[in-house]
């Protein structure tokens, strides 16, 4: 197989939600390019309508009227976040300073993703929270003025600690977060460009009681989550390159890279220019050959959303690859550890299921057998990238999932293989 051009994947996921949240927040007019106009984004999009803001149709330049936390208006709906962790436990962060109820819900998937993380704060800042029996949604927050946390998170979080955050930037009160590592830091980097005070030392973040959120201008940069998978797509190739510009080059986001260059993968970072507050640059990959790695609970924070991936390439390198440390992984859009493994033995992989993570012995063998993704995009994603080699035969029961973060996937795919 042979591959090759340059290819800009879709604006970062993370950032594209949090640009929209923020534009509600602000008060002015915000302009935001180059937005990702996912399903998950749009369920943003959606709920923040709900909530007073006039949203306009996501395009690639969207221009949205702020009217400050305190101009948002009681939902007269329910506020129907989709499939979208992100949506909820971020605007739920919002909701818990609004003096009204708002009752959050969503798709089967969403619905059964824990929500007492985000509860346990938002009740400590003197929100009411009722999450359902099981810890998901329905979820009704009934919010008021909030005091005051310093919150120790038991696992890193950027959701948990962007709710806090965000409780915090729209009561206009102190919030400190202190997390066992340090999680993704877009949250932050917006409060701070945006006129907030924020402090971070280590692990821990701090932001001073904000007052008015100026106008967020920004080009949101390339999701590195989505460029990982053509990154692995060249890297997996006999011949040829890829190029991806403009790619999100934030620390708290390229654990994935890491470990690819770890395994052995010829791939280089090279920065550019910063856009909206984050590092940027262009990503080439190339074929390369692969060993296994051993992967902690140290890796995991900067690459949680690739491990699928990371397990997928493991499956094509020499020996064993390890990964520890990814509980977390078990209560994304499916159980990833479980779905992961059963898939890879159902292409005639040896992989072992771990608490906390698995193993993954690679070969060279053809990949034969059914994919099924549980409705997950990183699933159909990452054993998309095994089914584009040859002499592969793998079906994937539901290819439609990936627009939830990249919806041209296959076509940036079918793209990128020149022969």
Known sequence: ?????????????????????????????????????????????????????????????????????????????????????????????????????????????????????????????GATVDVAPADGLPMTVRGGHLRSIEWRSETASAQVKSAILLAGAASGVAVTVHEPARSRNHTERILAALGATVEVRGTSVRLAPAGRLAPLHMRVPADPSSAAFLSALAVLAAEGEIALPDVCLNPTRTGFYTALSRMGANVTLDPGEAQGGEPVGTIVARPSELAAIELGRDDVPAMIDELPLVACLASRARGVTTIRGAEELRVKESDRIATVVANLRALGVNADELPDGMCIEGSDRPLRGRVVTHGDHRIAMAFGILRALPNSAIDIDDTACVAVSYPQFWDDIARAIVS
């Open 1 to 125: 197989m042979q591959v090759g051009g340059v290819i800009r994947v879709p604006g970062d996921k993370s950032l594209s939600h949090r640009a929209l949240i923020f534009a509600a927040l602000a008060e002015g007019a915000s302009r935001i390019r180059d937005i990702l106009p996912s399903a998950d984004v749009h369920s943003t999009a959606s709920v923040l309508g709900a909530l007073g803001v006039p949203i306009p149709p996501l395009s690639a330049d969207v221009t949205i009227v702020g009217r400050g936390a305190r101009g948002l208006t009681a939902p007269v709906v329910d506020l129907d976040c989709g499939n979208s962790g992100t949506t909820t436990r971020l605007v739920a962060g919002v909701a818990a300073a609004l003096p009204f109820a708002s009752r959050f819900v969503g798709d089967a998937s969403l619905s059964r993703r824990p929500m007492r993380r985000i509860a346990q704060p938002l009740r400590e800042m």
